[in-house]
């Protein structure tokens, strides 16, 4: 498999578009979402062994009792994998992978679907239209007229959920990984991604 990996990597590579590189210009980002309208963003992680490394437990530990790495997904609203960024410990926040990768860039060009993992993407790029739920909190619950607006939101956002299972039908994104050597599971993600989009555009070519 070793061998062969990246001749497949290579054959996907040129049967679909997925970025995987952090943009350091506007025109870059521009590139990468060039013909695109609409996306949504979200964060997906994967369960790994238990370090044996304490600094590791910690930077691994999800806050569930399990500990896991994660990405940050952007598709479109045909469940396109558009982009993946690099692999983030599981106790890094959703906002803090945005802010790392897209801070300060401008998303005019693009209309946006976050969900609440993303307080404050408004404070950190240039946007024309960005949806993000409503929050309800102790002292100001949700009215009616806000609950159907989220639920309404969520339904436009489920398409990345859809594209994030399309990657974990995969059995090595589903099983705890155990891979000693993270950068083969973070490449073993990326070829998922791409394997997920080529599928995609299969079933869309054959409608």
Request: with cysteine; hydrophobic share 45%.
């Amino acid at each position: 498999m070793g061998l062969l990996k990246p001749v497949l990597k290579a054959s996907l590579e040129r049967n679909t578009s997925l970025k995987t590189t952090v943009f350091n210009t506007q025109a870059a980002f521009d590139e990468a979402f060039a013909g695109v309208e609409e996306v949504c963003i979200d964060v997906t992680e994967v369960i790994v062994e238990r370090p044996q490394n304490e600094q590791l437990q910690q930077e691994r530990s999800s806050g569930k009792k399990t500990h896991t790495v994660k990405w940050l997904i952007v598709c479109d609203k045909h469940k396109r994998i558009l982009f993946v960024s690099a692999m983030y410990e599981g106790k890094t926040h959703d906002f803090t992978i945005f802010k790392a990768i897209f801070s300060g860039m401008d998303f005019s060009a693009l209309k946006v679907h976050v969900d609440l993992g993303f307080l404050g993407i408004k404070k950190n790029i240039t946007f024309s239209n960005v949806s993000i739920p409503h929050k309800a909190s102790k002292h100001h619950p949700l009215t009616e007229e806000q609950k159907s607006e989220n639920s309404t939101l969520a339904a436009i956002r489920v398409v990345v959920e859809h594209a994030i299972a399309k990657m974990k039908a995969f059995f090595i994104l589903r099983i705890e990984n155990r891979m000693k050597h993270k950068e083969k599971l973070a490449d073993a993600f990326g070829i998922c991604a791409l394997l997920a989009n080529f599928k995609n555009k299969s079933l869309i070519l054959n409608q």
